[in-house]
């Protein structure tokens, strides 16, 4: 039979080299301005989030930075794929879509009051619709056929200037509306107003037309304070839970202890992973990241569940033999199981990462490394430290009668 768990202690030493190695990158992103450790997204830190695809083709991403300096915005841009489309993704600070404060006697100004002085207002509207007629007694006037053409050529349409109205000068058009083709070819979710549509629209004068908005979010900080202490509470009242029940299914606090620690571990791990990538090649935390470790903490302990189950049948049917046997022996009989049900489910991890798309990519990177995490820990941390917390007591409760009579001698 082949000897696990008298391999634990290279599985110590390599638990140890990922956990170190990932607490100091974690620890490292509390370094002010020091670009290391983990990087969040604007779901967590507040700003906005813009996925754009240029009819001509994506700019380079340093040309899309220049822009965004000379708007007086500092942020992110990347260029995504998905099929055979290139998509620029831009993250910056929070930008708005209000309309801004006008200058009065600008020239923004003076267009925004022809636009106001060509349609005509709501209550000239509402009083010309409520009047009545003046002499409600006449008889019906009659039209001749001449008449009428002549009345409806002279009526003006809707939305139209009137014949003795000329447009005012300092109006120009919409440079956004008119890189998009025009009011009727509009792109849907392109800003036309405000900050968010100064830069779209500098954007397309040096880039060509946006044809596509992706996708476009923006988050406050309050939200962000939020989300992550909402992270924290989720994952921290999820542990302490399966550990109540891990402890009271099996009647062993041992069991519950041991699962919590592999469970710490593996969150270790994964959240380590995002602090080095981020590190290295930028790699975000996002809103589904706490999702990805609440299913990672989920399998993970089911998959410690497995063996610890399989270790307390064998100690009722093999009465008298060693702890140390009935553990190896319990890891082989399930060993099999656990790497056909993880590598099945990080097959799947690995096609979704490839061709799932950028926004559930992090996700499904989470999901892998936790994956991977869950079924190292459940063979070579949980289960061999709950054989080594029973070893360690059995010796304790042993050498407790030598000390006494050897006190009492002593005496």
């Known amino acids: 039979m082949f000897d696990i768990i008298g391999k634990r202690r290279y599985g110590y030493l390599l638990s140890a080299i990922l956990v170190t190695t990932g607490l100091l990158f974690i620890l490292a992103t509390l370094i002010p301005n020091g670009n290391v450790g983990l990087q969040f997204?604007?779901?967590?830190?507040?700003?906005?989030?813009?996925?754009?695809?240029?009819?001509?083709?994506?700019?380079?991403?340093?040309?899309?930075?220049?822009?965004?300096?000379?708007?007086?915005?500092?942020?992110?841009?990347?260029?995504?794929?998905?099929?055979?489309?290139?998509?620029?993704?831009?993250?910056t600070e929070a930008l708005s879509l209000q309309k801004p404060e006008l200058a009065e006697g600008s020239a923004a100004a003076a267009a925004e009051a022809a636009k106001e002085a060509v349609s005509p207002a709501p209550e000239a509207s509402e009083a010309a619709a409520t009047a009545e007629p003046l002499a409600t007694d006449a008889p019906e006037a009659t039209i001749s056929p001449q008449a009428s053409a002549t009345l409806e050529a002279s009526v003006v349409p809707a939305g139209s200037v009137a014949p003795?109205?000329?447009?005012?000068?300092?109006?120009?058009?919409?440079?956004?509306a008119a890189a998009a083709g025009g009011d009727g070819d509009r792109v849907i979710g392109l800003p036309t107003e405000g900050k968010?549509?100064?830069?779209?629209?500098?954007?397309?004068?040096d880039f060509g037309p946006i044809d596509e908005v992706r996708q476009e979010n923006s988050v406050g900080p309050v939200v962000s304070q939020e989300l992550i202490w909402q992270t924290f509470m989720l994952v921290l009242m999820a542990a302490v839970a399966i550990m109540l029940w891990v402890a009271y299914r099996f009647r062993d606090v041992r069991m519950g202890a041991t699962a919590l620690i592999a469970l710490l571990h593996d969150v270790i791990i994964v959240i380590g992973a995002f602090a080095v990538l981020g590190t290295f090649i930028g790699l975000q935390i996002d809103a589904l990241f706490v999702t990805a470790m609440l299913t990672v903490i989920g399998y993970s302990v089911h998959d410690t569940i497995v063996v610890f189950d399989r270790i307390r049948e064998n100690r009722q049917r093999y009465l008298g033999?060693?702890?140390?046997?009935?553990?190896?022996?319990?890891?082989?009989?399930?060993?099999?199981?656990?790497?056909?049900?993880?590598?099945?489910?990080?097959?799947?991890?690995?096609?979704?990462?490839?061709?799932?798309?950028?926004?559930?990519?992090?996700?499904?990177?989470?999901?892998?490394?936790?994956v991977?995490?869950?079924?190292?820990?459940?063979?070579?941390?949980?289960?061999?430290?709950?054989?080594?917390?029973?070893?360690?007591?059995?010796?304790?409760?042993?050498?407790?009668?030598?000390?006494?009579?050897a006190d009492t001698s002593a005496a």
């Open 321 to 370: 033999e060693p702890l140390e046997e009935i553990v190896n022996h319990s890891l082989v009989q399930t060993i099999g199981r656990s790497l056909t049900t993880s590598l099945t489910l990080a097959v799947t991890l690995v096609a979704l990462m490839l061709f799932g798309g950028e926004a559930i990519r992090a996700f499904t990177f989470a999901m892998f490394i936790g």
């Open 372 to 405: 991977l995490a869950g079924t190292y820990s459940s063979i070579f941390v949980a289960t061999p430290l709950f054989l080594d917390w029973h070893l360690w007591s059995d010796r304790r409760k042993a050498n407790r009668p030598v000390e006494t009579k």
């Open 164 to 176: 003795g109205v000329s447009p005012d000068p300092s109006a120009s058009p919409d440079p956004v």
């Open 41 to 91: 997204s604007i779901a967590y830190t507040g700003g906005t989030v813009w996925e754009v695809h240029f009819e001509e083709g994506a700019p380079d991403p340093a040309d899309v930075r220049a822009v965004l300096e000379e708007q007086g915005l500092s942020g992110d841009v990347a260029i995504t794929e998905t099929g055979d489309r290139e998509y620029v993704l831009i993250r």
């Open 196 to 205: 968010f549509g100064e830069l779209a629209a500098a954007l397309q004068e």
